[in-house]
């Protein structure tokens, strides 16, 4: 069964250096989204991306975050400048179109310190 | 308004048990009502899921009941087992896209 994949599984950064996730979505998809879980919290919506550009962002998502799609396979999420409140969960999304269900990454752990 | 409000937090069910979590929202564009179930470790995996026009969706042991005039919406897991035991999360999905998520049920289901 196609799966989202993410990686590195988990990420140790220094306050202030820049990270970028990566995740391969479903091939047949075309939407993406980024979702992150602090520890012990509910998941939330990050952004969505669709035809290559953003489609949707909360006010998480401000000027430190970007999201890039470099080739036909790939969906990365950079944070320019870690602040240690990013350390959490932070999960990949694609569905197809027209169709509601999200599928999600097994998550890429951040621990900014 | 976007926010989805889940309760109870935690939950502890005997095997064989049914167990509850209940939803409740405010923003009547939400169009589409999931559910996902969480392992430790893991990313939310989909496990059923309901539009408003209907009320009631059963998969299995695995029943969503749904109030739209109360804009409230529930999950039951009948003869629940111990390998169910995990974080359960309601959604609602926004015509935008997004996914709001409550804040998640730890339910353990004991031997």
């Known amino acids: 069964e196609p799966e989202v994949t993410q990686t590195p599984s988990h990420q140790v950064t220094q306050m202030g250096q820049e990270v970028i996730l990566r995740c391969v979505p479903i091939?047949?998809?075309?939407?993406f989204y980024w979702y992150r879980q602090i520890l012990g919290q509910k998941v939330e919506f990050l952004v969505s991306?669709?035809?290559?550009?953003?489609?949707?962002k909360s006010e998480i998502f401000d000027d430190q975050f970007s999201v890039e799609r470099p080739d036909g396979s790939n969906f990365t999420l950079k944070i320019r400048s870690t602040k240690l409140e990013d350390s959490a969960m932070y999960f990949c999304?694609?569905?197809?179109?027209?169709?509601?269900?999200?599928?999600f990454g097994a998550g890429t752990r951040l621990s900014v310190l | 308004q976007q926010q989805v409000k889940q309760s109870p937090q935690s939950l502890i069910v005997q095997k064989g048990g049914i167990s509850i979590i209940n939803c409740a929202y405010e923003?009547?564009?939400?169009?589409?009502f999931p559910w996902y179930q969480q392992f430790p470790g893991k990313g939310p995996a989909l496990l059923i899921a309901?539009?408003?026009?209907?009320s009631e969706k059963k998969e299995g042991r695995f029943t969503i009941s749904f109030n739209k005039s109360a804009k409230q919406f529930s999950l039951h897991i009948m003869d629940s087992q111990p390998g169910d035991s995990a974080t359960y999360f309601c959604?609602?999905?926004?015509?935008?896209?997004?996914?709001?998520f409550g804040g998640g049920t730890r339910l353990m289901v004991k031997p």
């Open positions: 999304a694609s569905k197809r179109i027209a169709k509601n269900i999200q599928y």
């Open positions: 091939s047949n998809h075309l939407y």
């Open positions: 991306f669709y035809n290559n550009e953003i489609s949707e």
């Open positions: 923003n009547t564009a939400f169009d589409y």
């Open positions: 309901i539009r408003p026009d209907v």
């Open positions: 959604a609602a999905h926004h015509a935008g896209n997004m996914l709001t």
